[in-house]
T-cell receptor
């Protein structure tokens, strides 16, 4: 069965600093991996996804993530954080057959300080 | 991608009543999903709704409590029945397009 672990419940970074949010997954086959962001009072917005191919994927808002099969990880990064990036970030894993069964991590709340 | 809207965006309800949440997608999709996000928690899948068939419910969720309709390929409703304060949550719908789920803005429900 799929599972997703986001070890960091809450991260605080200074504006302009770099960011890395961790995500580890458990899945027996090739996973489909997603990062979503939820701003306060909003729904979930897709940041990026990985299905296959290049293990470094680029997303919206300057985010990128790297799939590392050997570490079962799909960490999200951004070189310079903006105050508007403050939000909740969710990593999700789906079965190879599609996104029909998505399993979400518990989320990481990002606080950005000036 | 897909653009998804939900109505209402928020509501405050009395215990024992029911609320129907509507979800509209900007174009036809095969699969739609309903999730619950309890305060400070991650998303939990309630059910998958396919047009022309009964919804498939996840463990812990039953049709009598969360009846779902899917009358066409762009629309679905979720009803939260006989509500209690424990039903206070955000309810989100999503649609599957290109092996990716896109989410609506959510419905924030408070049950008193």
């Amino acid at each position: 069965a799929q599972s997703v672990t986001q070890p960091d419940i809450h991260i605080t970074v200074s504006e302009g600093a770099s960011l890395e949010l961790r995500c580890n997954y458990s899945y027996g086959a090739t996973p489909y991996l997603f990062w979503y962001v939820q701003s306060p009072g909003q729904g979930l917005q897709l940041l990026l996804k990985y299905f296959s191919g290049d293990t470094l994927v680029q997303g919206i808002k300057g985010f990128e993530a790297e799939f590392k099969r050997s570490q079962s990880s799909f960490n999200l990064r951004k070189p310079s954080v903006h105050w508007s990036d403050a939000a909740e970030y969710f990593c999700a894993v789906g079965a190879e057959t599609g996104a029909n069964n998505l399993f979400f991590g518990t989320g990481t709340r990002l606080t950005v300080i000036p | 991608s897909a653009v998804i809207s939900q109505k209402p965006s928020r509501d405050i309800c009395q215990r024992g009543t029911s609320l129907t949440i509507q979800c509209q997608v900007d174009s036809q999709v095969t699969m739609m999903f309903w999730y619950r996000q309890q305060p400070g928690q991650s998303l939990t899948l309630i059910a998958t709704a396919n047009q022309g068939s009964e919804a498939t419910y996840e463990s812990g969720f039953v049709i009598d409590k969360f009846p779902i309709s899917r009358p066409n390929l762009t629309f679905s409703t979720l009803t939260v029945s006989n509500m209690s304060p424990e039903d206070s949550s955000i309810y989100l719908c999503s649609a599957d397009r290109g092996e990716t789920q896109y989410f609506g803005p959510g419905t924030r429900l408070l049950v008193l």
